[in-house]
């Protein structure tokens, strides 16, 4: 005995003729968005370049002073100078506060770039959205202390 019954014919599913094989190309961000997003990167990063200097400079300066006291190798005037040019840094990264003022532009960046991200990709997102993102990060900015 054979078997006489036919094998089953597959159909493969029919692809839309709007299908190019490709997704749809990101959607274009208005260029006052991406200058806003660009400019809060740049003082996030200047704010964390300031902290990070002029407070290595100050620890330097005084292990320096510290160091001096032990044995000292330094004259006196040059000792005292380098205490108070510490102190004197040291007044100024807490008084410029900017370690805040880097995470704040930090985040307003991130909140702004998430907004980005999703108007690029989801068509459903309107421009709406990255215009709360602005005023969202211009809310985080605005919590600064006033100098």
Not at 13 to 18: G, H, W, Y
Request: hydrophobic share 40%; net charge neutral.
């Amino acid at each position: 005995m054979t078997d006489t019954t036919t094998p089953p014919i597959i159909i493969p599913p029919t692809i839309p003729a709007t299908f190019s094989g490709t997704p749809p190309p990101p959607r274009r961000v208005p260029a006052r968005t991406l200058e806003k997003w660009e400019a809060w990167r740049y003082w996030s990063s200047y704010w964390t370049w300031i902290y990070v200097s002029v407070g290595s400079l100050s620890s330097i300066l005084s292990t320096l002073v510290a160091a001096n006291t032990k044995k000292p190798f330094l004259p006196d005037y040059v000792g005292v100078g380098i205490a108070c040019a510490a102190a004197v840094l040291t007044f100024v990264i807490s008084a410029l506060s900017a370690q805040s003022k880097a995470a704040a532009f930090e985040t307003a960046g991130r909140e702004l770039e998430k907004a980005v991200a999703a108007y690029e990709t989801d068509l459903s997102v309107t421009e709406k959205s990255l215009g709360d993102a602005e005023q969202k990060g211009i809310d985080i900015l605005n919590r600064l202390k006033p100098q």
